[in-house]
C-alpha cells in the first residue's frame, strides 16, 4: 500500500515568486491535511481538506492556500514568497476528518522549501 | 486554542536507559494524545497514541501515560537502542485539529 506521496521533495525559489505543493494521500484516505514545519517551532497547522472542501484553518496569511481535488489529491500555494516561508512543508491524510483517535494522520516525507 | 508544551527540547541518553518526553496539554476537551517519530528525511510516523478514557498503553518498549487531571503525558521508550535516536513529536487533538508540541531531539548513545 502506497504511503503519502509529495512532491517535489525539494524546491528553491526567491522572494516574490509562488509556489504549488502536491501531495497525494493514501488510497481511500478522504482528508489532506497540511503543516509547516520549522526549527523550534514544531509543526503549524495549515488546513485541512475534506471531500474537496476546506474543513478548518490555522492561523497564516491568506499567501497560503490550498484546494483538494475529487480523487483526494491536494495541493498547497504559496504566494509573494518571503524568506520565512523557508521550511519543510508536511502533508499528513487520514480517513476521515476530525481530530479523534479514529482519524489517525499518516504525514509524507514533505516538501523542503527555501526561499533565497 | 490547544497550546501543548514539550519538554526536553534535547535529551541524550546511554544505550540500554530509558528515556522519558513530557507534555502538557491546555485545554481539558483534548481527547486523544498521539506521539510520533521523525527520522532524518522523513515525515513523522505515529509510534504509539493514547485516548482520554486509558491512562497508560504499552507497545514493547513503548510506553505513553496520560494524567488527565494534571493534562499532562509522557512517553517512555525503555532499553534504548541508537535506532531510537530521532525528534518525537507530542500531539493533543481537540474538534478536527492536531496541536503538536516542539518536539524533542533524543539521541542515543551507543
Known amino acids: 500500500k502506497a504511503g503519502v506521496t509529495q512532491t517535489p521533495r525539494y524546491l528553491i525559489k526567491t522572494r516574490g515568486q509562488q509556489v504549488t505543493l502536491s501531495c497525494s494521500p493514501i488510497s481511500g484516505h478522504r482528508s489532506v491535511s497540511w503543516y509547516q514545519q520549522t526549527p523550534g517551532q514544531g509543526l503549524q497547522f495549515l488546513f485541512e481538506y475534506f471531500s474537496e472542501t476546506q474543513r478548518n484553518k490555522g492561523n497564516f496569511p491568506g499567501r497560503f492556500s490550498g484546494r483538494q481535488f475529487s480523487n483526494s489529491r491536494s495541493e498547497m500555494n504559496v504566494s509573494t514568497l518571503e524568506l520565512g516561508d523557508s521550511a519543510l512543508y508536511l502533508c499528513a491524510s487520514s480517513i476521515g476528518t476530525g481530530g479523534s483517535g479514529a482519524n489517525v494522520l499518516t504525514f509524507g516525507a514533505g516538501s523542503r522549501l527555501t526561499v533565497l | 486554542g490547544e497550546n501543548v508544551e514539550q519538554h526536553p527540547s534535547t535529551l541524550s541518553v546511554q544505550e540500554g536507559d530509558s528515556a522519558v518526553i513530557k507534555c502538557t496539554y491546555s485545554?481539558?476537551?483534548?481527547?486523544?494524545f498521539p506521539w510520533y517519530k521523525q527520522e532524518l528525511g522523513k515525515g513523522p510516523q505515529l509510534i504509539i497514541d493514547i485516548r482520554s478514557n486509558v491512562g497508560e498503553k504499552k507497545d514493547q518498549r513503548i510506553a505513553v501515560t496520560l494524567n488527565k487531571t494534571a493534562k499532562h503525558f509522557s512517553l517512555h521508550i525503555t532499553e534504548t537502542q541508537p535506532e531510537d535516536s530521532a525528534v518525537y513529536f507530542c500531539a493533543a487533538s481537540f474538534g478536527n485539529q492536531f496541536y503538536f508540541g516542539t518536539g524533542t531531539s533524543l539521541t542515543v548513545i551507543p
Open positions: 485545554d481539558s476537551a483534548s481527547n486523544y
